[in-house]
């Protein structure tokens, strides 16, 4: 990919107004899943040969993904209100179906890794969400992982590159 930064702000216009920051190289290693688990090295997701799913069931439904994040230690919450030393994530999706997940870094801002495109550091949690093909569904449930923060500053690999 030659131009990353020109194909996120393609991809989710919005980010341009409400900003954002590219914190990693482009990669196809991870997904957002992986990125919220803190692993680096392989792809999330269930039904996919070669993807890494933690559970014998291949259910791809929002439930099953909510039920991931359970097991990593989260629990549901009211909103994505920032709290000091608490880590919380943000699920996207719509009726049963999971799109996408970040995580609220302890500034408030948002990290999202977008597919085989970087990770991002983005100012709102909707920046990412609305109708174009690439943007994701609104957020239909926020999770906490309570009394803990784990940041992921020794993943962000670039720091700020926009």
């Not at 890494?52 to 989260?74: A, C, K, M």
């Not at 943007?135 to 962000?156: C, F, L």
Request: hydrophobic share 35%; with cysteine; net charge negative.
């Amino acid at each position: 990919m030659t131009d990353p930064i020109g194909a996120i702000e393609d991809r989710f216009p919005k980010l341009v107004a409400e900003g954002y920051g590219l914190t990693s190289v482009p990669t196809d290693a991870y997904n957002c899943v992986a990125w919220v688990a803190r692993d680096i090295a392989q792809w999330w997701g269930p039904g996919v040969d070669g993807y890494y799913w933690p559970f014998p069931s291949q259910d791809d439904s929002l439930t099953s993904f909510i039920t991931l994040f359970r097991s990593l230690g989260f629990e549901e919450c009211p909103d994505g209100t920032l709290e000091a030393d608490i880590e919380k994530i943000a699920i996207y999706g719509n009726d049963d179906e999971f799109e996408h997940v970040a995580f609220q870094r302890n500034d408030g801002s948002w990290s999202s890794k977008l597919g085989e495109l970087g990770d991002i550091r983005h100012d709102r949690v909707d920046s990412i969400a609305g109708p174009g093909f690439f943007e994701y569904s609104n957020v239909v449930a926020y999770i906490t992982a309570r009394g803990k923060y784990v940041g992921h500053s020794a993943y962000e690999t670039c720091g700020a590159l926009k």
